[in-house]
Nanobody, 123 residues
Framework: QVQLVESGGGSVQAGGSLRLTCAASGFTDSFCMGWFRQAPGKARERVASIGTDGTTRYGDSVKGRFTIAKDNAKNSVSLQMNSLTVEDTAMYYC??????????????????WGQGVQVTVSA
């Protein structure tokens, strides 16, 4: 069974960078993996995903600033976040799901989810 543990969250000033990492236990070769975020009072938002074929997808609000990558040797996925703004402040969650269940390239709510890490960007 795949379990996910996120790390790398924290506080940063606007314009700065953070790198989130999601370490997976269990096999993920057949899984798409992705990052979501949720700010207080807002709906969960798709941030980025990577499929088993390496195809990446990004939410419109992070395109050109965030990069998702998978390290198969370490069984992990990272999210490099650059040019952060206060609007990026949220709890960030890593998720994984069997590729055939990844609607639109993103893990489903019934996939595996991590506990989340907080990212806070100050002006």
């Amino acid at each position: 069974q795949v379990q996910l543990v996120e790390s790398g969250g924290g506080s940063v000033q606007a314009g700065g960078s953070l790198r989130l990492t999601c370490a997976a236990s269990g096999f993920t070769d057949s899984f798409c993996m992705g990052w979501f975020r949720q700010a207080p009072g807002k709906a969960r938002e798709r941030v980025a995903s990577i499929g088993t074929d390496g195809t990446t997808r990004y939410g419109d609000s992070v395109k050109g600033r965030f990069t998702i990558a998978k390290d198969n040797a370490k069984n992990s996925v990272s999210l490099q976040m650059n040019s952060l703004t206060v609007e990026d402040t949220a709890m960030y969650y890593c998720a994984a799901d069997l590729q055939r269940f990844c609607a639109g390239g993103y893990p489903s709510i019934r996939g595996r989810w991590g506990q989340g890490v907080q990212v806070t960007v100050s002006a």
